[in-house]
């Protein structure tokens, strides 16, 4: 696959420098990468503006990667790491704050809802319409914000003695898991986008628009609170998504994000005595069969309305996204960090093959919430800051044995103070 894609990039870059000619741009953008929408902006060179972009999709090798092929592509990015912005918060509240960006990327339908509907002051966007806005079906907030990568929450169990003993695990819902009789592990923080969609999947079956609980049943809070305080944790760094307790056999049952799954089984056997087997083809693990199906979330790519940018630089704002969200790009993004893109045609040269198994789950965060206009995402958009505010406020998700709170009593709990934020 690499191979293929290394050979889709190779040959853009000759015709691209074939039409260049003479070309009087810098050595650096001579050779711009491929994956551009128009053959004409794949030749024009962008550098001389440095493009301001926030994401939490910024890993460091991320952030390299995206970096250096910009570059080769005639843009000048201007990026930072997951040491300086961690987190879908944390970018978005840098980007609102900042007032500088030039693109916003990542995050997922509860941010970008927001963004769209214009919950942050400062964070307005630019309406454009990509090349590429077919190719993403329905991940699209049309002449807004376009769908670049697709993830789920999975749940995972090992099959074999260290887990079910060869048992298949079938839920109705997420949250049948406290219920199982198998251990599995949970997070040990309130944070995080992980986290947080993992939250999502176990709430899902509790939704009451009627409820002064964030919209959430009584019964919906109890069992997150057992699945928090009957769930292994870790503080180890390595184990905080999930996958490496299932990997060790530490637990029976774990969740983990779409994304990186199948690399990290390629890698199973390098930091385990009873590794994970079989990456398309499992051996020794399987995704529970749930019902209701998973969470996606769907990573978007938007341009935003900054003030005193000339039409020129705007220009190369647009440019680059055209050129990042375009299938050669994406699927080049997608084979280095073992992503899914929205853009089928990036899917079609990634897996030629078909549509990997993890992402053919039912999609419950586009259904419709039962007594509401909303599909769930925009449900827990809605709910998102009140939800994160309870599990704060009430101490869900303790990182530490000894300092584990005693369970709430309740049936006498103030949830119109729960919801607001402590202080």
Not at 47 to 62: A, D, K, L, P, V
Not at 356 to 377: Q, R
Not at 388 to 416: C, Q, R
Request: one cysteine or more.
């Amino acid at each position: 696959m690499k191979k293929a894609l290394a050979l889709i990039l190779a040959l853009a870059m000759v015709f691209a420098l074939c039409a260049c000619g003479q070309s009087s741009a810098p050595a650096a953008t001579e050779a711009p990468a491929a994956g551009a929408a128009e053959p004409a902006d794949a030749v024009k060179d962008y550098s001389g503006y440095t493009i301001r972009i926030y994401s939490n999709s910024n890993s460091t090798e991320r952030t390299t990667w995206l970096i250096n092929e910009a570059r080769d592509a005639g843009f000048t990015i201007s990026i930072d790491d997951n040491s300086v912005i961690s987190g879908d918060t944390a970018a978005i509240q840098a980007a609102n704050e900042n007032k500088d960006g030039d693109i916003l990327f990542g995050l997922n339908e509860t941010r970008w809802s927001q963004v769209v509907d214009g919950t942050y002051e400062n964070l307005k966007l630019v309406e454009w319409t990509p090349a590429w806005a077919d190719e993403v079906g329905e991940y699209a907030y049309p002449g807004a914000a376009y769908g670049l990568v697709i993830q789920n929450v999975l749940m995972l169990y090992r099959t074999d003695e260290l887990g079910t003993n060869g048992e298949k695990l079938h839920f109705k819902h997420w949250a049948d898991i406290v219920d199982s009789g198998y251990t599995w592990y949970r997070q040990n923080k309130v944070g995080g986008t992980t986290n947080a969609n993992i939250n999502s999947a176990m709430l899902y079956a509790f939704v009451d628009p009627a409820s002064e609980a964030g919209g959430v049943s009584l019964d919906g809070w109890k069992t997150l609170w057992k699945y928090c305080a009957d769930g292994v944790y870790s503080s180890d760094d390595d184990y905080k998504y999930g996958f490496q307790p299932l990997n060790k056999g530490d637990v029976q049952i774990s969740t983990f994000y779409s994304s990186s799954l199948y690399g990290k089984i390629d890698a199973a056997a390098d930091s385990s005595e009873n590794p994970l087997l079989g990456t398309m083809e499992p051996e020794n693990w399987a995704l529970v069969d749930i019902d209701d199906g998973t969470y996606y979330i769907a990573e978007y790519i938007g341009i935003l309305d900054k003030a005193g940018r000339s039409e020129e630089e705007t220009e190369a704002v647009k440019a680059f996204a055209e050129w990042f969200g375009s299938a050669d790009v994406q699927a080049a993004w997608g084979e280095e960090f073992d992503s899914y893109p929205c853009n089928t045609a990036a899917a079609n040269i990634l897996y030629p093959d078909g549509v990997p198994a993890i992402y053919t789950l039912k999609n419950f965060a586009l259904s419709n919430v039962e007594g509401t206009d909303m599909n769930y995402a925009e449900y827990v958009a809605s709910h998102s800051s009140e939800w994160t505010n309870i599990m704060t406020n009430l101490g869900f998700y303790w990182a530490d044995k000894s300092a584990a709170v005693a369970e709430p009593d309740w049936e006498n709990l103030d949830w119109a103070t729960l919801t607001q934020a402590a202080g």
